[in-house]
């Protein structure tokens, strides 16, 4: 094991109750240690996602882990100490990634431990802050629209809340494969876009996205509930429907048979070449990720009363490490 010298103990952010932003609270607890084939990574920045909101509201992870808990997910910083048996990495490199999702990753913290392949270099033209933004929103939009749906030049796709953590990266992505990129977003926010690559938008509030929008290939749901059901009617036959929230019994399954789509549920994953594939976007210059707000560590319940608003642009971020 290769390691530098650090304190026994570490600020994070826990919370011991389910309930509002306030339940998030900032204590002192043990640091971990990394075991065979991990590495522990002094956090610079963690960022702030839905799944991190909603868990809290929930009072339990989505792999069942109880309270009490250290939320997060995204994690950009530097190694500390290598475990046995890792080659990748050494103390002193800068690394980004998602680790563990869905179990507990604690990035709201000082320090956290995970598997060494869960992680990559982080994008050198990026500071801590925008590496942070990026993990799961990326992985989460290259999964959905590389992995899954093949998207391929020519093709036009639409996305849902284009504008948000997930929705503005999966723009560019898209833009990136040759797509023709359409997007739903408030009217306010159509000029980012089409400096980040959307070729149509469609305001939600004044416009009905399922009576304009036609002979879609690819929909990227990142909403939900009746949203998701009136996607099935711009799809041509043989389209497809991702969608980053489960595919439950309301919605029309029979539907999107009879209309010969394909519909279904995409779960993020580590994923270590997919965080190569992003930083190889961003190093070219065809992907960046937009901050809305960044939070010191103890402003944690702040950070996820903005997030809740469901206003933000982008991504918003926690400052660990300066």
Known sequence: MSRTTTAPTMRAVSQDTAGTPDVLKVVDTRRPEPGRGEILVRVHAAGVNPADWKTRQRGVFADGTP?????????????????DGVTLFQ?????????????????????VTAPARH?????????????????????TAWQALVDTADVRPGQRVLIHAAAGGVG??????????GAHVIGTASAAKHDLLR???????????????????????????????ADRARSLRTLRR?????????????FPH???E???????????????QGLHEITALVEDGHLRVITDAVFPLEDAAAAHTLGETGRTIGKIVLSVTS
């Not at 009879?258 to 270590?272: H, K, N, Q, S």
């Open 238 to 250: 043989g389209g497809r429907l991702v969608s980053i929230l489960p595919l439950d019994d309301a």
């Open 91 to 111: 103390p002193g490199d800068e690394v980004f990634g998602m680790p563990r999702f869905p179990h507990p990753a604690g990035a709201y913290a000082e320090y």
């Open 195 to 225: 400096s980040l690559g959307a070729d149509e938008l469609v305001d939600y509030r004044t416009q009905d996205f399922a009576e304009t929008v036609r002979d879609v290939d690819i929909v990227l749901d990142t909403l939900g509930g």
């Open 119 to 139: 992680f990559a270099p982080r994008p050198q033209s990026l500071t801590h802050v925008e590496s942070g933004a990026l993990p799961l929103a990326s992985l």
């Open 168 to 177: 503005h990266l999966a723009v560019q992505i898209a833009k990136a494969r």
């Open 258 to 272: 009879a209309a010969g789509v394909r519909a279904e549920f995409m779960l993020v994953e580590p994923d270590r």
């Open 67 to 83: 309270l009490p808990f250290t939320l997060g997910f995204d994690v950009s910083g530097v190694v500390e100490e290598a475990g």
């Open 254 to 256: 029979e539907e999107a």
